[in-house]
């Protein structure tokens, strides 16, 4: 397990995976260890993942000024991963919250990107973000599932604002396309993993400058994939389109069937979207 020093002094931690190019992997949450991730449906057959922890997470150090945990202040960790990796440019792939991170970094370090894959990825750094109408529009798809009766509510109280713990974990089907076993166990292991003090701090104030960050991007020439779930509520892939219109070279792709975690919901599908993608990159180069 590699360990690499962040401008600041915290000691940080990725984990390697599988053969082949270097993909460096950001955990979204906001603030979860990398370990959900997987092996990222197969594509460690593929790919070598670089599983970065977050600061206050995983196997990664805790830093002495909690106020680094927002989101723009972490991009410095990118850059130094890539420095101790001794890579020019990086193929990055992030999920979910962590979306807004990979924004971020390729605003400040467009050169430095050679590939932007977003899975399911929140775009509040370039002024994009879901609501509860659009978490309502996804949970009308699962209506005819038979733990939706019971799981509504509970879901329904955390974009409200009520949610208990016990809400959280009976909301949970929502955010997989498959109600599995798989699905049970990867959610059940969410709350050991994340750093909630970190989240909160996560998207602090000042965090976020949108109108800079879309100026900023506007300088990459990456090509950048936007891979969305049908039935996903954060974002929908209508709302990743809209992120996908600010970025130059964008695409999206959406996957059917699949929830917040594309990868355990059809691993097949999900490998192929994500290595023609890179591929392509490849082939360019």
């Not at 991170?101 to 430095?112: D, N």
């Not at 949970?139 to 809400?167: F, H, K, N, V």
């Not at 300088?219 to 600010?246: H, Y």
Request: with cysteine; net charge negative; charged share 20%.
């Amino acid at each position: 397990m590699p360990t690499f020093t962040a401008p600041d002094g915290t000691k940080l931690a990725c984990h390697l995976m599988g053969d082949g190019a270097p993909l460096i992997c950001l955990p979204g949450g906001p603030m979860r260890a990398s370990a959900y991730l997987g092996d990222l449906g197969g594509l460690s057959a593929r790919r070598r993942l670089v599983l970065l922890d977050p600061r206050g997470t995983g196997a990664s150090g805790t830093p002495a000024d909690p106020a680094t945990y927002r989101c723009d202040r972490q991009v410095a960790d990118v850059e130094a991963l890539r420095a101790h990796l001794g890579l020019e440019a990086l193929d990055l792939l992030a999920h979910s919250a962590a979306g807004d991170l990979a924004l971020l970094y390729a605003a400040r370090h467009p050169h430095r990107v050679r590939s932007l894959t977003l899975v399911t990825a929140r775009g509040r750094a370039l002024g994009v973000d879901f609501t509860p109408e659009h978490r309502r529009e996804a949970a009308a798809l699962r209506a005819d599932e038979p733990w939706y009766g019971a799981a509504y509510g509970s879901y329904e109280a955390i974009w409200s604002g009520t949610a208990t713990d016990a809400d959280f974990d009976a909301a949970a089907p929502f955010f997989y396309g498959r109600w599995d076993e798989a699905a049970r166990a990867h959610d059940a292991a969410a709350v050991e993993q994340t750093n909630e003090p970190a989240a909160e701090a996560y998207a602090a104030p000042g965090a976020f400058d949108p109108r800079a960050t879309r100026t900023a991007i506007g300088a990459l020439t990456a090509p950048v994939l936007l891979l969305a779930g049908e039935l996903d509520g954060g974002p929908r892939p209508r709302v990743a389109r809209d992120i996908a219109r600010l970025i130059p070279r964008a695409t999206v792709a959406v996957q059917p069937g699949a929830g917040h975690y594309p990868w355990l919901d059809d691993p097949a599908a999900f490998t192929r979207t994500v290595t023609a993608f890179l591929d392509g990159v490849d082939g360019a180069r």
